[in-house]
């Protein structure tokens, strides 16, 4: 089963959550694995300090196989424009380039082939009973998602089965990075937060839940500030909240020093293992 | 051949339509013949609601209609190295002028070129 731990808003506890949700459910003799998918600025491994593996991630771009081509013009097709004919060559702009291939299969004599373009790398390995996954894409790379679709796939692979656990730790925001790591979760959880912009962007990422077709449940963290605003939100979507995590320093100390607060905070710790039980029948109950 | 002069414009009319600031997303581009300084044709810019790549898109286009100059008010990074590499030269248009007024500029040697990829 794969969970995806999600917001909209950053900064909202997707991180805290995530790695204190595996790690309580790993203590438990469940096989889980967090796949840490916030590519752009990974996190987990400051908590659960994994021993890893790494390799690096490609993703193919058109390059002339030769020097030169015929000059038909027929890559001229890209959504993108990432290609351009230059008479009998061709230009291409890589950072634009979605490797859909297009432009390989239009060029009529055969002068365009696929090479690989290394983006980031995957780090792969284990911490405790817990498995760990992450990816870190290149400083200066535009494009985040083949990464996060590269992982993730990698790591449902290798890591889901039904009696098994996948805690994916998702990039805020809505767009295609948000989505492609929540593609694949059986159930995804969203981590909010009692404050205006926190309900402001609860709201796309429900919406972006519901268009695709996912079952939800909310964690509210700091739930005694702010206002009543995401309960609302959260009442009318007919999303339940699993967990309500009031603000606490001893928390914020614990995770500021990259601590695993679990093991700092016991009314922390407790919560989470409350969020696991409810989690545990939900899910329980979806496999059903 | 290469040889027209290109002008960006935010309706693709004629000589009398104002220089669009922008090149990538620019609403379309009046070429001109330089020998006679009439309009050889209009073109709309189909990149320009590209969600990526306008720039390389409209660099494209000067490139399949035999644009040698164009004239416009900015030129993004990728649009200046896709430029660069069709051999297509980049002239910087000051603001609110005309098609007419500008290439006038042009021909006269009043315009500044650019030479050299910024990133703004």
Redesign the interface.
């Known amino acids: 089963m794969k969970i995806a731990v999600a917001s909209g808003k950053g900064g909202t506890g997707k991180t805290l959550v995530a790695t204190s949700l595996a790690a309580t459910w790993a203590s438990r003799g469940h096989g889980v694995a967090y796949v840490d998918a916030d590519v752009e600025e990974p996190n987990g491994h400051l908590f659960l300090s994994p021993r890893v593996e790494e390799e690096r991630f490609c993703v193919k771009v058109p390059r002339l196989s030769g020097k030169r081509c015929e000059g038909s013009g027929k890559c001229n097709i890209c959504a993108f424009n990432a290609i351009i004919p230059l008479g009998d060559s061709v230009m291409v702009f890589d950072q634009l380039c979605h490797s859909c291939g297009a432009c390989v299969l239009a060029c009529p004599g055969g002068y365009l082939v696929e090479r690989d373009r290394e983006i980031g790398t995957v780090s792969r390995g284990s911490a405790g009973d817990l498995r760990f996954w992450s990816a870190r894409l290149d400083v200066g790379e535009a494009r985040s998602t083949p990464l996060i679709e590269g992982l993730i796939g990698k790591a449902v692979a290798a890591e889901d089965a039904p009696e098994r656990l996948v805690v994916i730790d998702s990039p805020p925001g809505t767009t295609c990075p948000a989505m492609a790591s929540v593609e694949s979760a059986d159930l995804v959880l969203m981590v909010t937060e009692p404050t205006p912009f926190g309900d402001h962007d609860l709201r796309l990422a429900v919406e972006m839940g519901k268009a695709l077709g996912k079952p939800m449940a909310a964690v509210v963290n700091r739930s005694d500030l702010g206002d009543d605003r995401v309960a609302e939100t959260l009442a009318e979507a007919g999303v339940d909240v699993l967990a309500r995590i009031p603000f606490e320093r001893e928390v914020a100390a614990a995770y500021a020093s990259g601590k695993m607060a679990i093991e700092e905070c016991g009314g922390f710790a407790s919560r989470i293992v409350a969020l696991a039980d409810a989690l545990d029948s939900r899910l329980e109950g979806a496999s059903k | 051949m290469k040889r027209l002069i290109a002008v960006s414009v935010e309706e693709p009319g004629g000589l009398d339509s104002l220089v669009d600031p922008r090149f990538g997303r620019a609403g379309g581009f009046v070429l001109i013949d330089p020998d006679t300084g009439q309009v050889a044709r209009t073109l709309e810019n189909e990149?320009a609601s590209?969600?990526?790549?306008?720039?390389?898109?409209a660099?494209?286009l000067m490139?399949?209609n035999g644009v040698a100059q164009v004239v416009s008010g900015r030129f993004g990074p990728?649009a200046y190295?896709?430029l660069n590499?069709?051999g297509v030269e980049m002239w910087i248009s000051p603001e609110g002028l005309t098609v007419a007024q500008v290439v006038r500029k042009l021909l006269d040697g009043e315009l500044e070129r650019m030479k050299v990829r910024e990133f703004r």
Do not use: D, F, V
Not at chain 2, 50 to 56: F, N, Q, S
């Open positions: 990149a590209a969600g990526h790549g306008a720039g390389t898109g660099a494209g490139a399949r990728k190295e896709a590499g069709l």
